[in-house]
């Protein structure tokens, strides 16, 4: 039965109890997702629970576990009520509920190995293979904060694909899990194909489970460099926030969002607002809205404080055993910290631990990224720029090109630079007027519009012959275009353009087209 928030439980004389419970927990549950915790709790509270038998008891007390924990953050009176409803359940399928949500609590407080060690000893389901969702989703959080991401992909893929008559919470609980287990493995597909399907469904999604399919969204978009499109999203996932335990997400991603661009003001706006409204209830997710701070403190106060504000709070992570968020911190440092400093250094050294941990690609371009900073190693950094660009993370591309840079003109190898500022340029030009402190002393080639048109389709593959013809001039003026496009640019020939991060226009690659008729 679904109750909306409009809807009054039913009761009255002569109505069994166990329909009231159903429609108060429903009614809760709603009004829980909407950010109306205390309403949520007024209702589960009416209810005369002393009349119930387990099986009619058992979503009510999941219902205020769930009210006093994620809705009002009070995790301390929320654990002494799973400790009197464990008491009082005796029912081996509804303690194993139970102790499923309990599990999640834990692994979104970010005690990951709490939750796993609770799942461990909880009773085998039965039948075999009929796992609680949300115990899954528990067990795919904690497993992610471990380096286990395929794992926890995995789990929640077959979870999500047999379960038609899943409940929102644990729909929304798996979503969570199997969109950071991509994310932290270097994969965004996932988030991208399956997010949107989900928020657009029929029926659902609706407060915070549609601000929390936002704020996924936004995240991948973030990564993937399309920071005009995150940040609309995370504005919109703010609104539908509101009121819930994810409104100091949704601050964070757009506080994020805001220093990427260059924005201080905003960026301290939103970062205010989610300082106010963390909630020790989702203290594991509560490290995305951290991971805007070094960010914002580089903005304001340089580089050096954006690399310890990172390395700061990838202690915090460690400490947590959010693991997970630990890498993204320490990768922050490297793209925040200058190549050879100290503080890349010690990056370097725990993203090398890490990337043996985790699954996945990302700790490993990570580490490279942090190798190549910390030695001054512009080929490598080169290198570590063409990896970050080909797992679909091109400001990260962008800002090691740039690093390279930075080498190459230190050691003096102007040409070499050359090539390098190119490649920063044209990547960061891709990620909506990126601003990070690795890319303030990037200047935009200074072609000719002519000479960029002819590199562009150049870099598809076309011969100098079909470029002629396209753009109605002589092979020889073509040739002489890409000299001097080579020049500026700092390559020696046509192989090179893509490498500095030239992109054809669409549709002129040379394998694609039709012949072109003079």
């Given at each position: 039965?679904?109750?909306?928030?409009?809807?009054?439980?039913?009761?009255?004389?002569?109505?069994?109890?166990?329909?009231?419970?159903?429609?108060?927990?429903?009614?809760?549950?709603?009004?829980?997702?909407?950010?109306?915790?205390?309403?949520?709790?007024?209702?589960?509270?009416?209810?005369?629970?002393?009349?119930?038998?387990?099986?009619?008891?058992?979503?009510?007390?999941?219902?205020?576990?769930?009210?006093?924990?994620?809705?009002?953050?009070?995790?301390?009176?929320?654990?002494?009520?799973?400790?009197?409803?464990?008491?009082?359940?005796?029912?081996?399928?509804?303690?194993?509920?139970?102790?499923?949500?309990?599990?999640?609590?834990?692994?979104?407080?970010?005690?990951?190995?709490?939750?796993?060690?609770?799942?461990?000893?909880?009773?085998?389901?039965?039948?075999?293979?009929?796992?609680?969702?949300?115990?899954?989703?528990?067990?795919?959080?904690?497993?992610?904060?471990?380096?286990?991401?395929?794992?926890?992909?995995?789990?929640?893929?077959?979870?999500?694909?047999?379960?038609?008559?899943?409940?929102?919470?644990?729909?929304?609980?798996?979503?969570?899990?199997?969109h950071t287990a991509g994310l932290l493995s270097g994969d965004t597909a996932w988030t991208r194909e399956r997010i949107p399907a989900a928020a657009a469904a029929r029926g659902e999604p609706r407060g915070a489970d549609l601000a929390l399919l936002g704020l996924?969204?936004?995240?991948?978009?973030?990564?993937?460099?399309?920071?005009?499109?995150?940040?609309?999203?995370?504005?919109?996932?703010?609104?539908?926030?509101?009121?819930?335990?994810?409104?100091?997400?949704?601050?964070?991603?757009i506080a994020h969002l805001a220093a990427l661009r260059g924005d201080l003001a905003e960026a301290e706006r939103a970062l205010a607002t989610a300082r106010r409204a963390a909630s020790p209830a989702i203290r594991l997710a509560g490290f995305w809205a951290e991971?805007?701070?070094?960010?914002?403190?580089?903005?304001?106060?340089?580089?050096?404080?954006?690399?310890?504000?990172?390395?700061?709070?990838?202690?915090?992570?460690?400490?947590?055993?959010?693991?997970?968020?630990?890498?993204?911190?320490?990768?922050?440092?490297?793209?925040?910290?200058?190549?050879?400093?100290?503080?890349?250094?010690?990056?370097?050294?725990?993203?090398?631990?890490?990337?043996?941990?985790?699954?996945?690609?990302?700790?490993?371009?990570?580490?490279?990224?942090?190798?190549?900073?910390?030695?001054?190693?512009?080929?490598?950094?080169?290198?570590?720029?063409?990896?970050?660009?080909?797992?679909?993370?091109?400001?990260?591309?962008?800002?090691?090109?740039?690093?390279?840079?930075?080498?190459?003109?230190?050691?003096?190898?102007?040409?070499?630079?050359?090539?390098?500022?190119?490649?920063?340029?044209?990547?960061?030009?891709?990620?909506?007027?990126?601003?990070?402190?690795?890319?303030?002393?990037?200047?935009?080639?200074?072609?000719?519009?002519?000479?960029?048109?002819?590199?562009?389709?150049?870099?598809?593959?076309?011969?100098?012959?079909?470029?002629?013809?396209?753009?109605?001039?002589?092979?020889?003026?073509?040739?002489?275009?890409?000299?001097?496009?080579?020049?500026?640019?700092?390559?020696?020939?046509?192989?090179?353009?893509?490498?500095?991060?030239?992109?054809?226009?669409?549709?002129?690659?040379?394998?694609?087209?039709?012949?072109?008729?003079?």
């Amino acid at each position: 039965m679904r109750v909306s928030a409009a809807t009054p439980v039913p009761g009255g004389a002569g109505r069994p109890a166990a329909p009231d419970a159903q429609a108060a927990t429903s009614l809760a549950l709603d009004l829980l997702r909407t950010g109306r915790p205390e309403e949520a709790r007024a209702v589960l509270d009416a209810v005369d629970e002393t009349s119930l038998d387990e099986r009619a008891v058992a979503p009510v007390l999941l219902a205020r576990l769930a009210t006093l924990n994620f809705g009002l953050g009070r995790t301390e009176a929320a654990d002494r009520a799973f400790a009197a409803a464990r008491r009082r359940l005796r029912d081996p399928a509804l303690t194993g509920a139970l102790v499923a949500q309990q599990a999640y609590h834990l692994a979104m407080r970010g005690e990951c190995r709490r939750a796993l060690a609770v799942l461990g000893a909880a009773p085998r389901p039965r039948p075999a293979g009929t796992a609680d969702p949300m115990a899954v989703a528990a067990r795919a959080t904690a497993l992610t904060q471990l380096g286990r991401c395929g794992q926890a992909a995995a789990l929640c893929d077959a979870a999500l694909d047999a379960g038609a008559d899943l409940s929102a919470e644990a729909r929304s609980a798996l979503r969570l899990a199997r969109h950071t287990a991509g994310l932290l493995s270097g994969d965004t597909a996932w988030t991208r194909e399956r997010i949107p399907a989900a928020a657009a469904a029929r029926g659902e999604p609706r407060g915070a489970d549609l601000a929390l399919l936002g704020l996924c969204l936004a995240q991948a978009e973030r990564v993937g460099g399309a920071l005009t499109r995150a940040a609309g999203l995370a504005r919109d996932a703010a609104a539908h926030a509101a009121g819930t335990c994810l409104r100091a997400v949704a601050a964070g991603e757009i506080a994020h969002l805001a220093a990427l661009r260059g924005d201080l003001a905003e960026a301290e706006r939103a970062l205010a607002t989610a300082r106010r409204a963390a909630s020790p209830a989702i203290r594991l997710a509560g490290f995305w809205a951290e991971l805007a701070e070094p960010w914002v403190a580089a903005l304001r106060d340089g580089r050096p404080a954006g690399a310890a504000a990172a390395l700061a709070l990838a202690g915090r992570a460690r400490a947590a055993g959010a693991h997970g968020f630990e890498l993204l911190a320490l990768h922050d440092v490297v793209r925040l910290a200058p190549p050879r400093s100290a503080a890349c250094r010690r990056a370097a050294a725990r993203l090398a631990d890490l990337a043996v941990a985790f699954e996945g690609e990302l700790a490993e371009a990570a580490a490279a990224h942090a190798g190549a900073a910390a030695g001054g190693d512009a080929a490598a950094l080169s290198a570590a720029s063409a990896e970050l660009e080909r797992i679909g993370m091109p400001l990260h591309a962008a800002e090691a090109a740039a690093q390279a840079a930075e080498v190459l003109v230190a050691t003096g190898r102007p040409i070499q630079a050359r090539a390098a500022h190119a490649r920063a340029w044209f990547l960061s030009a891709r990620c909506d007027g990126a601003r990070t402190p690795a890319l303030a002393g990037v200047q935009a080639p200074r072609l000719t519009n002519r000479e960029a048109q002819v590199a562009g389709l150049a870099a598809g593959g076309l011969p100098s012959k079909r470029i002629a013809a396209m753009l109605t001039m002589s092979v020889r003026t073509v040739d002489n275009h890409l000299r001097a496009v080579y020049t500026k640019l700092g390559i020696t020939g046509r192989a090179e353009l893509a490498k500095v991060g030239l992109r054809p226009p669409s549709g002129a690659r040379g394998s694609a087209e039709a012949p072109t008729r003079r």
